[in-house]
């Protein structure tokens, strides 16, 4: 939550360095890339062996590029993709360049991978889960999502509503200076232990 002179930096926040804890599901494909959307596509569940899947893994690392998922906030022709989906179009989204500075395997538990991500703004992480699927000559949607850091803000030093009424006398002891700071991401989250880093986070 942003405010007084905080709101001014609203939008550079939502373009700043994202981090995700993410469980990817082998065995289908949906329309949404996630476990809401209908199974468009079944295949066997692959090896999830790490020195088999690492070369995949690895491949979606860096600048690379993508196509976001059908249902997607894009605008396509002032509507939005999502929503033109949901009328039974075709969407046909054009790839673009995102960049994931970290994608790394946490635990392998068949069916599932999970994943610690650390990417640019405008990274689907639906895509990744997508992507890693066919590129394992497997099918492949994102089960769960938790979004670990924004920038400097972690999700694990947030508070609830709720939990602010109750502290509201304190509130302003709570607020983080407007400044540059709140757009930097904690160095650990690019090199430190992904298993310690999504631990801090606690569980999917």
Do not use: W
Not at 23 to 40: I, K, Q
């Amino acid at each position: 939550m942003l405010v007084g002179p905080a709101t001014k930096f609203a939008d550079r926040i939502h373009e700043a360095t994202k981090v995700y804890d993410a469980l990817v599901r082998f065995g289908a494909e949906t329309a949404t890339d996630d476990r809401e959307g209908a199974v468009t596509r079944e295949a066997g569940v692959p090896s999830l062996a790490s020195a088999s899947i690492e070369p995949a893994v690895a491949a979606l690392r860096g600048v690379i590029t993508q196509v976001p998922p059908q249902y997607a906030a894009l605008k396509v022709a002032g509507r939005t993709a999502y929503a033109r989906a949901r009328g039974g179009e075709t969407v046909a989204l054009s790839a673009r360049s995102v960049q994931v500075f970290r994608l790394d395997v946490i635990e392998i538990s068949p069916p599932d991978l999970r994943l610690l991500v650390v990417c640019s703004s405008g990274t689907y992480v639906r895509a990744i889960a997508r992507d890693l699927g066919r590129a394992l000559s497997s099918a492949a949607h994102l089960a769960a999502l938790r979004r670990l850091a924004v920038g400097a803000l972690e999700a694990r030093n947030a508070i609830t509503p709720d939990q602010l009424r109750a502290r509201r006398d304190e509130a302003r002891s709570l607020l983080l200076p407007a400044n540059e700071d709140l757009l930097t991401l904690d160095h650990r989250f690019l090199e430190g232990s992904a298993a310690t880093i999504v631990r801090a986070g606690e569980s999917v």
